[in-house]
């Protein structure tokens, strides 16, 4: 589990390609602290384990399924990453559940700057905006960020200062792909409220207690 409060950004230092996955070196400092093998680190919000620890960073394993799934297909060497280790129980939970398990992409469709704040309009697939609400929690790239907007079509978060300073938000330009993690409390009510394609209903809450 992680909180979605980046601990640092990362750079891409290699990568090995096969046919269908890839093995990522990643230069860290920060999150190799009291890190080992078999860790999980957040990487852009994909939760990789970590396979071997190099002097000044670590390697890690994508496969099939998170390649297409996410971002992290399309890195080069070179490329910031947003990191942040597995969230420990003594932590304070800064930002929201997050699991590391990215839902879908996105793409961003428009920035714009307001003050001291830089609004990100994202689009997405039908089936990641219908968990989606204002005010809601949504995790792109990593970032824990608040839903200030959406729509059937596209969702807007506005990112304050201290998260365009400390995460990759604010390099991404206009046409980048971003990954996408809804809350997932969002997805358990729909299994247990779509049991029998019933729905929410009167007799569904009296027979469950309410």
């Known amino acids: 589990m992680f909180t979605g409060i980046i601990e640092e950004i990362g750079k891409i230092k290699s990568i090995t ?10 230069q860290a400092k920060k999150v190799l602290e009291d890190t080992k093998v078999g860790d999980s680190i957040a990487t852009n919000g994909v939760c990789l384990t970590v396979t071997s620890l190099t002097g000044g960073g670590f390697r ?9 799934r996410s971002n992290l297909g399309t890195l080069k060497p070179g490329d910031r990453v947003n990191l942040e280790r597995a969230l420990c129980l003594s932590s304070r939970l800064g ?6 398990h990215v839902d879908g992409t996105g793409r961003i469709t428009d920035i714009q700057r307001d003050d001291i704040a830089v609004w990100i309009t994202i689009s997405a697939d039908a089936q990641l905006l219908r968990y989606m609400i204002e005010k809601g929690s949504i995790t792109v790239d990593g970032v824990s960020l608040t839903i200030a ?16 300073e400390e995460t990759t938000l604010t390099g991404k330009h206009t046409g980048d792909i971003v990954n996408l993690e809804n809350d997932m409390i969002a997805r358990y009510v ?5 049991k029998e394609n019933k729905g929410l ?8 207690g309410f």
């Open 17 to 26: 390609r096969s046919s269908r996955s890839v093995a990522l070196e990643i």
């Open 95 to 100: 930002g929201h559940i997050v699991a590391g």
């Open 60 to 68: 890690a394993d994508v496969m099939p399924e998170t390649m297409r």
């Open 190 to 194: 729909e299994k247990l409220m779509g």
């Open 149 to 164: 907007y959406v729509d059937e079509a596209v969702f807007r978060v506005s990112v304050i200062p201290h998260t365009q």
């Open 201 to 208: 209903s009167l007799e569904f809450l009296q027979a469950n």
